[in-house]
């Protein structure tokens, strides 16, 4: 399917305003888009059951976040991120943090697929929130999502260190 409309480099919002296609509110739901491409990707070499699922929980839930940044009119935004969203993150995180051997020091990333995956998807999660903060300087953006999108990088990360083949850390000298 194409459009055409978007052959001399504008977009459309989800509230139908044009927009450069390198505008920093473009830049950061097309990053929340690349996050849930790389969670889903990271999902197929998971292999507990529950954190598959957490995972494609939060796959839909960043179809929220996406939202709230593609619409430059908040009143015609939908579905909010909620107080319970970051709760369900910090769920995650106490769980796999708590099964930890020796949760400090640093971690070598991708002892495994399924680790390496999940570094990654946290990698471009931290992108996505210092293009969202950086959206917080031209535009109004719920405070809830600038906070979700932190938290879950640290759940993405927990998730990932849970999943190391070794959990050991190396230790900073």
């Given at each position: 399917m194409y459009t055409k409309t978007?052959?001399?480099?504008?977009?459309?919002?989800?509230?139908?305003?044009?927009?450069?296609?390198?505008?920093?509110?473009v830049e950061s739901y097309g990053t929340i888009d690349e996050l849930g491409s790389f969670l889903g990707l990271a999902k197929n070499f998971v292999k507990e059951p529950e954190m598959?699922?957490?995972?494609?929980?939060?796959q839909n839930?960043?179809?929220?976040?996406?939202?709230?940044?593609?619409?430059?009119?908040?009143?015609?935004?939908?579905?909010?991120?909620?107080?319970?969203?970051i709760k369900y993150l910090e769920e995650i995180i106490d769980l796999y943090m708590g099964r930890l051997n020796d949760p400090t020091g640093f971690i070598v990333p991708g002892s495994s697929v399924e680790s390496g995956y999940l570094h990654v998807a946290r990698t471009v999660c931290?992108?996505?929130?210092?293009?969202?903060?950086?959206?917080t300087g031209v535009a109004e953006v719920d405070p809830l999502v600038v906070k979700?999108?932190?938290?879950?990088?640290?759940?993405?990360?927990?998730?990932?260190?849970?999943?190391?083949?070794q959990q050991s850390s190396v230790k900073y000298q």
């Amino acid at each position: 399917m194409y459009t055409k409309t978007g052959d001399k480099g504008t977009t459309s919002l989800f509230d139908n305003k044009r927009v450069t296609k390198d505008d920093i509110r473009v830049e950061s739901y097309g990053t929340i888009d690349e996050l849930g491409s790389f969670l889903g990707l990271a999902k197929n070499f998971v292999k507990e059951p529950e954190m598959k699922e957490q995972i494609f929980t939060i796959q839909n839930k960043l179809f929220t976040v996406a939202t709230n940044l593609a619409t430059e009119n908040q009143a015609k935004v939908m579905y909010k991120i909620k107080e319970e969203d970051i709760k369900y993150l910090e769920e995650i995180i106490d769980l796999y943090m708590g099964r930890l051997n020796d949760p400090t020091g640093f971690i070598v990333p991708g002892s495994s697929v399924e680790s390496g995956y999940l570094h990654v998807a946290r990698t471009v999660c931290r992108r996505a929130e210092r293009r969202i903060v950086s959206l917080t300087g031209v535009a109004e953006v719920d405070p809830l999502v600038v906070k979700y999108v932190n938290r879950l990088s640290d759940a993405i990360y927990a998730m990932a260190r849970y999943s190391e083949d070794q959990q050991s850390s190396v230790k900073y000298q």
